[in-house]
T-cell receptor, first 115, second 113 residues
Framework: GAVVSQHPSWVICKSGTSVKIECRSL??????MFWYRQFPKQSLMLMAT?????????EQGVEKDKFLINHASLTLSTLTVTSAHPEDSSFYIC???????????FGPGTRLTVL | AQSVAQPEDQVNVAEGNPLTVKCTYS??????LFWYVQYPNRGLQFLLK??????LVKGSYGFEAEFNKSQTSFHLKKPSALVSDSALYFCAVRDMTHTPLVFGKGTRLSVIA
């Protein structure tokens, strides 16, 4: 299957700072990128969907001003958690959709810890 | 809207015994069904999928799943469990349009030696 990378794999930051997470599709063009959030021992919850060159569509209850998503190219999407707080601590997983069969491929995830 | 139910939070099985992890779904139209496995602090690993064709789908690591349209189920199975199969398993579904995958809550599989 196709490969999606995320960077960093883990990050610890102070409350009030902003953190950027990068998601790259390495061997395919991802026309659509998805960002999921996973709390401990829970399922993946979709946060937002973004199409290359367009504004992201956020799921209900997700603050778009807090979770800034940029999908500037067919191989790169970024999620910026602005003014992070401890409750933003979570595992963030990106997913790119594309390739021959327009499938979804998942990144390895980024563990964010806000102190 | 699509939805997935995984009725069991935890499944325990002895090594060497067959295992089943249950999944039922709800979707308008024909479903695209997936199983993923997640190890601690890791991303999702794709196991198998059903799009069309044979109802019995074979995937990675000896896993298989059977699509049952009348029961709207897509249970994951393996004939002989290994301790290394212990992990969190997610069932996911989407419809034929460009909607994102919707995940079940996950089932933790514990294989005991």
């Amino acid at each position: 299957g196709a490969v999606v990378s995320q960077h960093p794999s883990w990050v610890i930051c102070k409350s009030g700072t902003s953190v950027k997470i990068e998601c790259r599709s390495l061997d395919f063009q991802a026309t659509t990128m998805f960002w999921y959030r996973q709390f401990p021992k829970q399922s993946l919850m979709l946060m937002a969907t973004s199409n290359e060159g367009s504004k992201a569509t956020y799921e209900q209850g997700v603050e778009k001003d807090k979770f800034l998503i940029n999908h500037a190219s067919l191989t790169l999407s970024t999620l910026t958690v602005t003014s992070a707080h401890p409750e933003d601590s979570s595992f963030y997983i990106c997913s790119g959709r594309g390739g021959k069969y327009n499938e979804q491929f998942f990144g390895p995830g980024t563990r964010l810890t806000v102190l | 809207a699509q939805s997935v139910a995984q009725p069991e939070d935890q499944v325990n099985v002895a090594e060497g015994n067959p295992l089943t992890v249950k999944c039922t779904y709800s979707v308008s139209g024909n479903p695209y069904l997936f199983w993923y496995v997640q190890y601690p602090n890791r991303g999702l690993q794709f196991l198998l999928k059903y799009i069309t064709g044979d109802n019995l789908v074979k995937g990675s690591y000896g896993f298989e799943a059977e699509f049952n349209k009348s029961q709207t189920s897509f249970h994951l199975k393996k004939p002989s469990a290994l301790v290394s199969d212990s992990a969190l398993y997610f069932c996911a579904v989407r419809d034929m349009t460009h909607t994102p995958l919707v995940f079940g809550k996950g089932t933790r599989l514990s294989v005991i030696a």
